[in-house]
């Protein structure tokens, strides 16, 4: 099946590991120019060694940090200078951060500009090209409603469900689609390493709460990523999609 991604320019942020690299991956092989970023350079350039070997395009290799206040519209500024437009962002940079009554006002800040700000940043730095050209596509991975203890990064992915959802509305028409995934128990470093780093913890939650009966790999996500960046996706804007083998009950 031809998603119509050949040569799109996609940039994948948070690539060096993870949902971020099976998405760069996936993107590759569809034959889109990647745009690879993270902090971690030498995972960046293995991965744009893996794509090398699978016969695609090397991806633009970017090292920065997206919390820094410039870093957004820095970054954009390479993509565009490099490529002249963005047709696909993904963000996918950020991560968990378990806080408390207790936690102070840089840790709230530093989790609010990591989930939520930096990401609104570079989706406004992108927006004007896609406009431009009438074709575009935001995808951002999110998290889930139900947080079992106070995290900031579901807080500022519920206002990265609320932005995208109003952005949506507003630059549909010009043929610009906006959604969101939320993974579930998708096997990467937060996942195996501080979440459930043992074999029996993972079993456990499993038996508890994923009635597929496995954790899911980073390409069960940047499949769909890969299908909402397509032109098959053009009538799918503003929503929210569950990728968790059935884990959420929440409608």
């Given at each position: 099946?031809?998603?119509?991604l050949?040569?799109?320019v996609?940039?994948?942020?948070g690539?060096?590991a993870g949902i971020?690299r099976?998405?760069?991956?996936?993107?590759a092989?569809?034959?889109?120019?990647?745009?690879?970023?993270?902090r971690r350079k030498?995972?960046?350039e293995s991965?744009?060694?893996?794509?090398?070997?699978?016969?695609a395009?090397a991806?633009m290799v970017?090292?920065?940090d997206?919390t820094?206040?410039d870093?957004?519209a820095?970054l954009?500024?390479r993509v565009l200078?490099a490529f002249?437009?963005?047709?696909i962002l993904?963000n996918?940079a950020?991560?968990?951060r378990?806080?408390?009554i207790?936690?102070?006002e840089?840790?709230?800040d530093?989790?609010?500009?990591l989930n939520?700000?930096?990401?609104?940043?570079?989706?406004?730095a992108?927006?004007?090209?896609m406009?431009q050209?009438?074709w575009g596509?935001?995808?951002n991975?999110t998290?889930?409603?139900?947080?079992p203890?106070?995290?900031?990064?579901?807080?500022a992915?519920?206002?990265?469900?609320a932005?995208?959802?109003?952005?949506?509305r507003e630059v549909a028409a010009?043929?610009v689609?906006?959604n969101?995934?939320m993974p579930?128990?998708?096997h990467?470093?937060?996942i195996?390493?501080?979440m459930?780093?043992t074999e029996?913890?993972?079993?456990?939650f499993?038996?508890?709460?994923?009635?597929?009966?496995y954790?899911?790999?980073?390409?069960?996500?940047?499949n769909v990523?890969?299908?909402?960046?397509?032109e098959?996706?053009?009538y799918?804007?503003?929503?929210?999609?569950?990728v968790d083998?059935g884990?959420?009950r929440?409608?």
């Amino acid at each position: 099946m031809d998603l119509g991604l050949q040569g799109k320019v996609a940039l994948v942020t948070g690539a060096s590991a993870g949902i971020g690299r099976g998405t760069a991956k996936a993107l590759a092989r569809e034959g889109a120019t990647t745009v690879v970023v993270a902090r971690r350079k030498e995972l960046l350039e293995s991965l744009s060694r893996e794509i090398e070997e699978t016969g695609a395009a090397a991806p633009m290799v970017i090292c920065t940090d997206l919390t820094q206040p410039d870093a957004p519209a820095g970054l954009a500024g390479r993509v565009l200078d490099a490529f002249g437009r963005v047709d696909i962002l993904v963000n996918n940079a950020g991560g968990s951060r378990p806080l408390t009554i207790s936690s102070t006002e840089e840790e709230w800040d530093e989790a609010i500009t990591l989930n939520l700000t930096s990401l609104r940043r570079l989706g406004h730095a992108v927006l004007p090209s896609m406009l431009q050209q009438r074709w575009g596509r935001i995808i951002n991975i999110t998290g889930s409603f139900e947080p079992p203890t106070v995290n900031g990064a579901n807080i500022a992915k519920a206002g990265v469900h609320a932005w995208a959802k109003g952005l949506s509305r507003e630059v549909a028409a010009q043929c610009v689609t906006v959604n969101c995934i939320m993974p579930g128990r998708i096997h990467s470093e937060q996942i195996d390493e501080r979440m459930y780093p043992t074999e029996e913890a993972r079993e456990a939650f499993i038996r508890a709460s994923v009635p597929a009966g496995y954790f899911g790999e980073p390409e069960d996500v940047a499949n769909v990523v890969t299908f909402l960046a397509s032109e098959r996706a053009r009538y799918v804007t503003g929503q929210r999609l569950y990728v968790d083998g059935g884990m959420h009950r929440a409608l």
